[in-house]
DNA sequence: CAGCACATGTAATACGTTACATGATTAC
DNA sequence: GTAATCATGTAACGTATTACATGTGCTG
């Protein structure tokens, strides 16, 4: 079994959810730290009625529209409790395109990678909004446990784009030096 | 052609490399943005020769062992510019299977959570501590221009590791309460 | 009644990892 | 002389993206 079956089967035992609905969460609220296709999505989710690790009811939307609403079963729920308990891999390594251009720099004239920087930072400014926004709603005295995750990770994501955009700015003033 | 080869391009055109000096450097100095396997570099170079991007002399090393020195065209640097002037594509959808459990944390007692931010900021420490030291041997007041991109490339991922330790351990705080 | 969101699936292709396979050079 | 490093390549498999393909439901 890979990463994706096991985000999937905690996303399932969290919530009921439809192969649509998980194709929201995956280019949506779980993004910043795993995404998958809709492709992907439903052959996996084929490859886990097979295995038994979780089932689904039809629901009819509407007239006649089927949909399939998942859930979890208990083989499945052992399969995610044993590898929450895994040890961590080791830290991941990103692919950036951005830093990769960054490390190749001097192909570019200074005009050019300023402007790279700067367009940078409105993709990073954007995404802070976004994520304090979302952060807002948090009502951070009172966090119920299910949402402590969902919290902790929403103020590192916010951590790290703010630090991104320091070195963002620090960086193109030390370029235009 | 994909980002591996113009990131195999843009190596060559810093420096005359083999495949294997490729590996090392995919695997240690720039792998904190990008990354390759040994086997997909031996075929992407196979790739660029075949597209006249890149070329080789064969230097012999001791008595017989042929080693393949590359160095890029033409023709390879015309399609490095280009790709150095595209637009940069969104934000990069990093992969982290530590966030991922971490979105999942009901599934796991507030101790063996703790125990894993303990082993995930032990990483980072040791990480930081690595290229705390490469970073002091830098000579800050003269970096020359071929190494900008190296240094703000360092400083950046210092900057974000250190952000990573705070978050690591103010989560821990407000789990442990 | 139009346009967007909801809903599900498959096929072809591209990219990435693990494992296999082999041999020379160097430093101790 | 032996172990680590240098050096190159392929095969099989697993994962991910793009494109194709189709149809219903809801809102204005």
């Not at 979780?54 to 529209?65: D, K, T, W």
Request: hydrophobic share 40%; proline share 2%.
């Amino acid at each position: 079994m890979n990463t994706l079956a096991y985000a999937i089967l905690g996303l399932i035992d969290k919530d009921k959810v439809t192969g649509y609905d998980l194709t929201k969460i995956f280019s949506d609220s779980v993004a910043d730290f795993w995404s998958a296709k809709q492709s992907q999505i439903y052959t996996e989710l084929k490859k886990l009625v097979d295995a038994a690790l979780i089932e689904y009811e039809v629901v009819i939307q509407g007239e006649v529209l089927e949909k399939k609403v998942y859930s979890i079963t208990t083989k499945g729920k052992e399969e995610l409790a044993a590898w929450m308990h895994e040890d961590e891999p080791p830290l991941s390594q990103s692919k950036d395109i951005f830093k990769l251009r960054l490390y190749f720099s001097e192909q570019l004239t200074s005009q050019e990678l300023c402007g790279k920087f700067e367009k940078q930072l409105e993709k990073c400014q954007l995404l802070l909004t976004r994520y304090t926004i979302k952060f807002n709603e948090y009502d951070s005295s009172d966090i119920p446990t299910a949402k402590i995750g969902d919290y902790l990770l929403l103020k590192g994501a916010i951590a790290h784009l703010r630090t991104q955009i320091e070195w963002l700015n620090e960086s193109l003033a030390y370029i235009q030096k």
